[in-house]
């Protein structure tokens, strides 16, 4: 799987702005995903919104289905599945972030590498690390007052989606 880097936030605004999908994504999604209600005598039943209705669930092989069914379901909606996409992956692996550079961010363990799991939540030391991704769908933009993101918009990357203040991030964490 590898290390990857997420943003802390959970404003859903600035998550389907990272995502590049248009407002009102995250609800669908969550619409679309499957709930444990309730246990009674063993027996799990989960709400399944894309069929309307609740399903008992007695061994995995049930809840494999139900998963089956939400990923389809997700999968349908290509919004959707970007954004969860996002929410389960992040910006991805963190390449291209130089030695030096995650010593100063104190990111490298007893190993000497990396940490497995880590978080920073300065602006100016996570928008340093995001300068220096790879494989980044952005660029950060620094003005005197505060580093922004800018969201290229997934289907023309000459225009813009978001501009993303850096601080609205509330720092990033990778695991």
Same mark, same amino acid.
């Given at each position: 799987?590898?290390?990857?880097? *997420?943003? $802390?936030?959970?404003?859903?605004?600035?998550?389907?702005?990272?995502?590049? /999908?248009?407002a @009102?994504?995250?609800?669908? &999604?969550?619409a679309l995903?499957?709930?444990k +209600?309730?246990?009674?005598?063993?027996?799990?039943? *989960?709400?399944?919104?894309? /069929?309307?209705?609740?399903?008992? /669930?007695?061994?995995f092989?049930?809840?494999?289905?139900?998963?089956? #069914? !939400?990923?389809?379901?997700?999968?349908k909606?290509?919004?959707c *599945?970007? %954004?969860?996409g996002?929410?389960? !992956?992040?910006? @991805?692996?963190?390449?291209? /972030?130089?030695?030096?550079?995650?010593q100063? &961010?104190?990111m490298?363990? !007893?190993?000497? *590498?990396i940490? #497995?799991?880590?978080? %920073?939540?300065?602006?100016?030391q996570?928008?340093? %690390?995001?300068?220096? %991704?790879? $494989?980044?769908?952005? !660029?950060?933009?620094?003005?005197?007052?505060?580093? +922004?993101?800018?969201?290229?918009?997934p $289907?023309?990357?000459h225009?813009?989606?978001?501009r +993303?203040? +850096?601080?609205?991030?509330?720092?990033?964490?990778?695991s």
């Amino acid at each position: 799987m590898g290390t990857r880097l *997420y943003p $802390n936030t959970t404003d859903r605004i600035v998550l389907e702005q990272l995502a590049q /999908v248009p407002a @009102g994504t995250m609800m669908r &999604l969550n619409a679309l995903k499957a709930r444990k +209600i309730a246990t009674r005598k063993g027996v799990r039943y *989960y709400l399944v919104p894309h /069929v309307s209705q609740l399903v008992p /669930v007695h061994d995995f092989a049930g809840l494999q289905k139900i998963w089956e #069914a !939400e990923f389809e379901a997700i999968h349908k909606d290509a919004d959707c *599945y970007r %954004l969860d996409g996002f929410l389960s !992956e992040g910006w @991805g692996r963190m390449y291209g /972030v130089s030695e030096r550079t995650a010593q100063e &961010l104190g990111m490298i363990d !007893e190993t000497g *590498y990396i940490s #497995a799991v880590g978080s %920073l939540s300065d602006s100016a030391q996570v928008a340093r %690390l995001l300068d220096e %991704l790879d $494989n980044k769908n952005f !660029e950060i933009s620094l003005s005197d007052s505060e580093q +922004i993101l800018v969201i290229p918009h997934p $289907n023309d990357i000459h225009e813009e989606f978001a501009r +993303i203040p +850096i601080a609205a991030l509330d720092g990033v964490h990778w695991s």
